[in-house]
Each structure stands twice: as structure tokens, then as C-alpha cells.
């Protein structure tokens, strides 16, 4: 029923790039890609849920992340204030971007009052929504991405498919070849240990001599003014540590109120990321170098990015969205995910929690296709760590596409480009199912016709080609469902 | 208007919402501390060696040389590395020590490409996950810990904590914390090529935990 988002309909949008549904068909065909993606999923599924062996153990625990984050969002605006204040007198300088732009001329403007030239990254997901890389070249600043994930798709000249696994669309041989290509010295090598300490080598000079480290957050800590940074590589240690200046990139809605709030959200981020009870390094950051101490930046900067957020803040249901702790276990689990892998949703963030936050953040003109490339199966809400009613939020987006919330004296139409999808021939087709559903006689006349006659359409009429564009033509039966139960005697029965 | 004020504007100017009441939730508490530790730790890849307070110098100096270690890197300052540098002194047969004593800006070549490994002290650690904390200081630098291929750490044994909950809160964390606190699980990973585990990719290649008993045992 979704014509829009078809070939059929011309969905196109150029200004977009091409949508899901025209790019799915690559991805399902391609048995290389496919492969990488269901042994990766396979493993993080299975890593997941041996972190989780007691269900009431887990149910408590989720239910306090969940809380923490809800509570922390209730007092959003008083905890940022908190939060810059805290930092501010830490010695750490704070900054609001309202756009990805100011963000990013923000950043900008910070590495060119310090001279710096060169910069190193640790992993963030809010750089790649900015596009940090790119705009910092434009302006003859070199950014180094150090996540070995990162630094692979880096060299690939690739974006991220996973947001915590950036590169896991690869497997060991493209990998090889690529490293064999643009590290120069190397040869091809399928051992991973020597893949490793091939980009450990490249990337220490990179290190030693970046002029600064910009990195991402993982929880933003009111009370104390502190930055928590999790990690396996130590490449966010390195980066927040090497060079002399530090500049933290993240969202607004990453702000907890206490210290205390960060144990239940550590304990259930790696868990249900990477299947890990903890990561390698959990660094918390609460200022610059102080007189005296040897090492770490004499700077840190903290760009608060708002991108969108605030907008979906308005609406009271669409604002758990804003709950989320980025580890990806909804798209570890997702049918539909672990079959087309991240970059056929062209997003920053793919998967369940990509198909909700991209239509907010960009519009429903933009990305208004996402929420239908889903079964509703509900497994990304069961898995997720901080309870975020995914489906029923896919549900809402789907409906804000076609019929936008009204503007009333209490809510805003909070969703950007509501209607975006909406269609004259669906539209046509839901007023005569209506008809047809809400008077018996006509119903029976109808369904009696098509098991007559319904097998006589031919598979390339409209609408039927664009079901049958991929699947089998489906077979009438002679006797409608209805017919059956009457002979059977469930006369009007009604449920109990 | 400024962009601070237009997003604390919509946010403040968004419809109320109650937080929903903090639900109790429990950390687990191990009867064996040790034991979790140990079990843990060992399961991240660290390697833990029981020593005494008297013993762990001469007992390090027999680990660093079965392992071919040319320089161990000590922060002057900390008890460990001045019983180090006693140690070393009075004749226990250790590797070159190279004292971390200056900004970093002058020690990066040493730290960065030479140093085999680095010893710091620790705050305490975490049973449940087999984490080690530290706060590093004036006296005890950051990058000890991280830039040498292999970091020795010296934990005693009754600074374990259950959980991080109990750590944070006995060790009254909110109160004030340090430049950088940190935990530390094992040494540097990752799985990023086809979730097969290799280490040592920016951090240390290895952990060594040497994990001082309580006296009388």
C-alpha cells in the first residue's frame, strides 16, 4: 500500500538520493554482503544475551536505564544548564550549535585560533551526522579517524554501515586488500593481529603529532561537570589525551543528572552493544590539564549540538526517541537490518533507531520512506536497553507521513514535513476498503466477486504489479473466509 | 538571539512531563571478592600475579626479565615508584627505570616509541567486572597507563569494591573528581575486523595485574 516508496510510483527523490526500497535490491543480492552481515549479527546476538542470563535480574536493571534517561530528559533544559555551568568551572569551555553548519563552524573556528593543522578522532557518530571530516579538509585541516573501524572506512573513502561497528559490511580479505593498496610497506596479509599492528604504527605518528583530539560523549554528568567516553582500543584515551587540545563533540539529549546515574546506563551499554559486561576503558573527563600535571590538553571544549532535537523534545511520545544510548542492539537484531546492512537506509544512523530519529532530526520529506522498512516484529523494542517503544513510534511516524498532527492550543505538528508521503491513489484505496468494510452487503458482493473472478487479474494490472513486481501473484480461493465460517456455524460469534 | 538561548528557549517552552520515579535496583555483592576479580580480570585478557607488599618488587623483576622488558617507565612521587627506585637501588635486578618527571611535550619520543612498559598504582577495583580504577595526578601522568606496550598496575587486595555503585559511592566520587578518572578492563582491544579479537591496537598489548594480599594471608 506504501506506492510512494516504490519504484512503481517514481519515489525518487533527487535531491535525497535514491530511497530504501530502490536501494534494498542491491544489498539482497549481493551474497558477499549478506554474509558479513549474518555472522556479524549472528555473533553480537548470541555475545548479548550470555550478558543477560538472569531475565529478572535484566528486567530491574532496564528498568532503572530507562528511568535514569526519562527522569534526566523530564529537566532537560535545568540539567544542560547545570551541565555547562558544572563544566565551565571545571575549565572546560562550552558551546551551542543549533545546525550541524554551526557546529561544525564552531569546531572550525576553535582549531584555527589554536593553529592546528592536523587532528585526531576518536569514533563519534554526532561528527559523522556533521560531517566534521569533510567541512575541516574544505578549510586545510586534516582529520584522522583512529577507531580502527573508523580508520578502515576512512581509507575506503566509505561511511559508517553499524554505529558501533563502523566497518562491519568487510570482512578480512577486502580489508586486507585495502590496507595492501594505501599503507605503504604493507603487503597483503589475512592475519588480523598484523592488520592491527600495521594500523597501531600508522596511526602512534598520527597521535604524536595531531595539534588536537575531538572525540565524541557517551553520557554528559550534571553534577560533577564530566564527560564519559567508553572504549576498547584506547584510541579515545590517546585522543582526549596526546594532544593539547581536546574538543568533545555530542548531542543535547546525552546529559544525565548524577554520577550515580551513569552505573546502570554503563552496565547496560557495553552488555547489550558488544556483549561485553564492561568495555576495555571508561574515561571520565572533568577538565583540562591542571598546573602541575604532566600530561592530558591545556584545552577542552564541549560543542552541545541540538540538530533537530529540540524539535522532537515538543512532542511528549516521539521525545523517547531521545532516550536512546546509541548501542545498537536494535539493529543487532533487526530482520530487516541484518539483511540489507547500514548503508541502504543513507543515513548517519541505520537500523530501528535510524528509522525513527532520521525522519525527526531530517523531516518526513527526507527520510519519510524509513519507518515502513519494518516488520513491527517488536524484537529492537525487547532488546532495547533504555525501553524505547520503537514500533509504536514507527507506527506514528508512518501516520505522521500521511495524515500530520493538527496544530491545537497544546501541540505544535512537531514532525518536519508532515504529509510528505501522502498519495492520491492510496488515499483512493483506503476510502474504498472503508466503503467496502463498513457494509456488510457490499463486502459480501465484493469478496464473493474476486474468489469468482480475482484469480482472472493478470499479475501486471495496476497496483497488483507493484506486489507482484517481486512476488507470486496471490491465488483466490472459490469461497471466501466468511462462507466457510457460516457453514461451519460460527454464526456471528463474537470473541470473548 | 544567541543559539544557547533559542534551544534552552524550545526546550523550556516544550509541553512538562513528570520523571517517572527512580526504581530500586540492586548490584550484585560477591561473598568472594577475589575470587570475581581474579575470574573476571583473567577473562579480559589481564594477567594477575599474587605478591606481597614486601615481595612485589624482586617478584616484578622476575616477570619483566622472563619477558625481555628493557625499560620500565615509574612515576617519581608515588609510593610505587619510589619503592621501585629503591628496589632498583639497593640491587633488585630490574630494568632500566626512566622516570616520568616531566611535561609530556618533553617526553613524547620516549613515551611514545620507546618505553616496554609502564607501572602505576591503582585507586581500587570492581569485582563484578574485574576493573581496575585509577585516578591518575600530578605525580602519576595519564598517558603511563596507555602509550607502553605493557602497563603493570598494583592493586591491593582490599581496595575491591563489589560494583562500581559501591565504589563511587563509599569512595564519595560525586564530591570531586580528578582531572581523569578511569577504568580499566583488560588490556587495549578490539574486534573490529571480522569480530576477531586482537590486542594492543592503540593502548597496551598487555595487562599485569600484581595484586597485593592482605597481610597475614
Known sequence: MHAKGG??????????????????????????????????????????AAQFPDPAYWAELRERGAAVKARALSKLPELLERLESNLTANGVQVHWAETTDEANAIVLDILQRAGARTVIKGKSMVSEEMHLNAHLERHGIEAVESDLGEYIIQLAGETPSHIVMPCIHKNKDEISDLFAEKIPGLG?????????????????????????????????????????????????????????????????????????????????????????????????????????????????????????RSRVYQDVELADTLRCIRCAACMNHCP?????????????????????????????????????????????????PVKIPIPDLLVRLRREAVRPTEETATHLPVVKDGGAERSRMESLVWAGWRLVYTRPLLYRMVTRALAWGGNWVPASAPLMRDWTRARAKPRFKPRTLHDLARERGYLNEVPK | MSAREAILGRLKAAPARPGPPLPSWTPPTYPDKTARFRQMAEASHAEIHDVTAADWPARLATILGNRGVRSLMVAPGTARGDALMRAAADGVPLPPLVAYDRAVEELKDALVHQVDAGLTGTLGGIAETGTLILWPTAQEPRLLSLLPPLHIAVLEEDT??????????????????????????????????????????????????????????
Request: net charge negative.
Open chain 2, 160 to 217: 575491591l569494591h563489589d560494583t562500581l555503585a559501591a565504589a563511587v559511592r563509599d569512595g564519595g566520587w560525586a564530591a570531586g573528581m580528578p582531572t581523569n578518572a578511569l577504568l580499566i578492563s583488560g588490556p587495549s582491544k578490539t574486534s573490529d575486523i571480522e569480530q576477531t579479537l586482537a590486542y594492543g591496537v592503540h593502548g597496551p598489548k598487555e595487562l599485569i595485574i600484581l595484586l597485593v594480599k592482605k597481610e597475614g594471608e
Open chain 1, 336 to 384: 530487516v537490518y541484518t539483511r540489507v546492512g547500514g548503508h541502504t537506509y543513507n543515513a548517519i544512523y541505520p537500523g530501528p533507531i535510524g528509522k525513527i530519529l532520521t525522519p525527526q532530526l531530517q523531516g518526513l520529506d527526507a527520510a519519510g520512506d524509513q519507518p515502513h522498512a519494518s516488520t513491527l516484529c517488536n524484537a529492537c523494542a525487547e532488546v532495547c
Open chain 1, 188 to 308: 597483503r596479509t589475512g592475519d588480523v593481529d598484523e592488520l592491527t599492528a600495521a594500523a597501531r604504527r600508522v596511526l602512534r605518528d598520527r597521535f604524536a603529532s595531531a595539534d588536537a583530539g575531538i572525540s565524541g560523549v557517551n553520557f554528559a554528568v550534571a553534577e560533577t561537570g564530566t564527560l564519559v567516553l567508553i572504549e576498547n582500543e584506547g584510541n579515545g584515551r590517546l585522543s582526549t589525551t596526546l594532544p593539547p587540545l581536546h574538543i568533545a563533540v555530542t548531542g543535547i539529549e546525552k546529559v544525565v543528572e548524577t554520577l550515580d546515574d551513569v552505573v546502570p546506563l554503563l552496565a547496560l551499554l557495553p552488555r547489550s552493544a558488544t556483549g561485553q559486561p564492561i568495555t576495555t576503558y571508561v574515561n571520565m573527563i572533568s577538565g583540562p590539564r591542571k598546573p602541575g600535571e604532566k600530561d592530558g590538553p591545556t584545552a577542552v571544549h564541549l560543542v552541545l549540538l541540538d540538530a533537530g
Open chain 1, 7 to 48: 519504484v512503481a510510483d517514481g519515489g525518487h527523490h533527487p535531491e535525497h538520493g535514491p530511497r530504501f526500497a530502490e536501494r534494498a535490491p542491491d544489498a539482497l543480492n549481493n551474497p558477499q554482503l549478506r554474509r558479513n552481515f549474518r555472522r556479524a549479527m549472528d555473533g553480537l546476538m548470541a555475545k548479548r
